[in-house]
Structure formats: structure tokens, C-alpha cells
């Protein structure tokens, strides 16, 4: 019999403690698409009233009787356990990523297509956005430049930014897929740091032309890496942003990333929106649940969804079925906004954390961990 040293013994926690954060946060994502999914675009209300029951969404209703004839109809169309475009996208840049070993954006685009092609009369609940930029990118011809002009259609490598004007091109589009991105972020650092905020800001380009939709998507993205790599953040340079104890250290360095990024972008973003003074007011609302919802806002504009998914995130860091329920009672766009609570929530309890019940009750998080045991294995044991 071979003993291992404590050395080595150390070394197997350490991979058996990230590999179940790795599973937690995609299974985490999976779960909570699934379980928002039937009350998108409800309010907090209708949501109650459509359950009867006070307390709103409880968990998974495999029973609709008792529910209003809109739930029952909704329940019928995603029934508990079937997964949206949070997931399926999600699927598709973690893989992309496992066969290329790292970020390859024509591989990205390429299997983006081939979801797009998948989604038959838009099963997944694909975002105008989205569906969009899919169809300009497939369509593209090589050599036959006028056909691209007059169709819309994009190189899948170009660099111009897909159009964009004030209210268009800046949904969470791309925050809810970042997540398998910042666990690559995480299980390479510190090798691809100095990567972490092309490849999401590459990712972006491909469907959303407005830059505040990539750092809405880097926002969601620094919260898990910072589940998985905690690090010291004492001040960040040029910042304008007072780190006061109003702010613990991972909401000042958000706020401070944000603003200086949208400062370098500020060319390119068609209005004066800012997600940086988004973020501060849902982080100084953050103890009320009520008052944070009705100011951050729930709707799928990257500036309401993301700002609302990470204060709820730090409400309940380590209370995975307090914060995914929260999330998807506060109506709006239930299914990302769980899905982004699950996701960052998740990376930080772990498969461990979540309802077993929960987990069995979505299919997709066999896959969500196949995923997840790969990522770990081709970018952290190999």
C-alpha cells in the first residue's frame, strides 16, 4: 500500500474542493434558468398570486393545481426541469473552450451556429440580440462582399461592432453565458490573467454591439473568479470611486473595474446610462430585498439584470436556495437572473451547497457536470 505524503493529500483536496465549486457554479446556472424559466416578464405579484401562495416560488411545482390557469400554461410550456438559452449557451462556450483548450473565437462562433440552427422555433427562448447576430454570422459569405452588405451579415471574426443604438445591444445576453469563461479565468490564473478581459470583451463582439453588455458579462465573470481565487485588493489605481465601509472590497474593486472601463469604451456606448452608478446604487440598497428590486430593476437590460443578480449574490453568498428563489420571486427576467445568482452562488458553496432534490429534478446538470469535470481536468490536473 502507497501512502500518500501530506503534501499530496493537500494537493487532492485542493482539486476535490475546486473541482465540486467548478460542478456547483454550473450546476448552479443550470438549476436556476430551470426553476425561473415558467415566470419570465411576471411581477413580484403575479408571480404570488399565480402560485397561490404568499411566499412566491417555493421550488419546483410538479403539481400545478392550486395555480392560476397562466401558471398552469406556463408550466406546461417549460415544465420543471427543462433549461432555456442560459443554459444551452452556457453549454456552448464551455465546450468550445474544452476542445480548443482556451478561448478560440471562430470555435466559439462556429459552435454558436450550430445552437442557433438547434434551436428550433426558438425553444430556448433566444434574445432578439442573439438571434440576431446567429443569423448575420451564418450568412456570412466569403468573397461575396456585396451579398454581406446588403444582408447584414458579419465575418465571424470581424472586429466592427454588431449595431447597436440607445436600447438596443445591451441585454444580459452575454452574462449569462460568461460563466464557464471565468471558471477558465480561474483554474489558469494567474497564466491568462492578463487575458481575462479580451476573451470576454471577444465574446461579447459577437452578438451585442454595445460594450456595456461585455462588462456587465466581466462584472458577473470577476465574482466567480473571486469565489474560486480569493485575492487582496487593498485600492485599484485611478479610482475615483470612495472605498467606504459602505462597500466591502470586491464591491469597490466591481464599481472601479466598471467605471474605468466604460471611461476607455466611453466612444462606443450610445447613451449616458452607466452600469458603474448602477451598481453602486444596488449595492447601497442591497440589505432591502424590496427596495433593491424595485431600484436596480429585474429586466433583461444588462444594466438592471446584472447589478440585481450580484447584489442578490451578495445578500445570500453561501444560502444557494435563499438567493436563486429571491431572484426569480422578483420577477422580470426570472430565468437569467437565476441562472446568474446560481452561477456566482454556486462557485461559491459548491455542488455541495445546492438541493439535492434540485439537481435531480434538471437533466441538464448531468451534462453541467460532465462540463465542469472536464474544464477542471483539461486547465487545472492535466
Keep these: 500500500m502507497v501512502r500518500q505524503t501530506k503534501e499530496e493529500e493537500l494537493d487532492q483536496n485542493r482539486i476535490t474542493r475546486v473541482r465540486d465549486q467548478v460542478r456547483g457554479c454550473l450546476i448552479g446556472l443550470a438549476i436556476g434558468d430551470s426553476l425561473g424559466a415558467p415566470y419570465e416578464i411576471l411581477s413580484p405579484n403575479d408571480i404570488a398570486y399565480g402560485v397561490n401562495d404568499p411566499d412566491g416560488v417555493t421550488g419546483f411545482i410538479k403539481d400545478s393545481r392550486g395555480c392560476s390557469d397562466e401558471i398552469k400554461k406556463r408550466l406546461s410550456e417549460r415544465p420543471p426541469g427543462m433549461v432555456t438559452d442560459d443554459t444551452q449557451l452556457s453549454d456552448v462556450v464551455a465546450s468550445s473552450l474544452i476542445r480548443c483548450r482556451g478561448f478560440n473565437r471562430e470555435d466559439q462562433v462556429r459552435g454558436f451556429i450550430e445552437a442557433w440552427r438547434r434551436n428550433t422555433n426558438n425553444m430556448y427562448g433566444w434574445g432578439g440580440t442573439t438571434l440576431a447576430a446567429a443569423q448575420a454570422l451564418a450568412g456570412f459569405r466569403p468573397n461575396n462582399q456585396l451579398f454581406n452588405e446588403q444582408h447584414g451579415c458579419r465575418h465571424p471574426l470581424s472586429n466592427a461592432l454588431p449595431p447597436a443604438k440607445s436600447g438596443q445591444g445591451c441585454g444580459n445576453g452575454v452574462a449569462m453565458k460568461v460563466a464557464p469563461l471565468a471558471l477558465f479565468h480561474a483554474l489558469t490564473y494567474p497564466q491568462t490573467a492578463d487575458l481575462f478581459f479580451a476573451t470576454i470583451c471577444s465574446l461579447g463582439l459577437m452578438t451585442h454591439g454595445d ?47 466598471t467605471d474605468c472601463l466604460e471611461q476607455e469604451n466611453v466612444a462606443l456606448i450610445p447613451d449616458d446610462d452607466r452600469l458603474s452608478e448602477r451598481l453602486e446604487t444596488a449595492f447601497r440598497v442591497q440589505p432591502d430585498e424590496k427596495q433593491l428590486r424595485e431600484t436596480a430593476g429585474t429586466s433583461c437590460y444588462s444594466l438592471e439584470s446584472v447589478p440585481f443578480a450580484i447584489a442578490t449574490y451578495l445578500r445570500h453568498p453561501t444560502d444557494y436556495r435563499t438567493a436563486v428563489l429571491e431572484a426569480v420571486n422578483a420577477g422580470g427576467d426570472t430565468d437569467t437572473n437565476a441562472a446568474l445568482v446560481g452561477a456566482m452562488v454556486g462557485a461559491n458553496v459548491g455542488e455541495a451547497g445546492i438541493p439535492r432534490a434540485w439537481i435531480n429534478t434538471v437533466s441538464a446538470c448531468i451534462r453541467m457536470r460532465q462540463l465542469a469535470d472536464d474544464l477542471v481536468r483539461v486547465f487545472y490536473t492535466d
Design 211 to 257: 460594450p456595456r453588455a461585455w462588462i456587465a458579462a466581466i462584472d458577473v465573470a470577476l465574482v466567480i473568479v473571486e469565489a474560486l481565487v480569493p485575492t487582496e485588493v487593498d485600492e485599484c489605481d485611478s479610482c475615483e470611486v470612495d472605498p467606504s465601509t459602505s462597500f466591502n472590497r470586491l464591491t469597490h474593486c466591481l464599481i472601479c473595474n
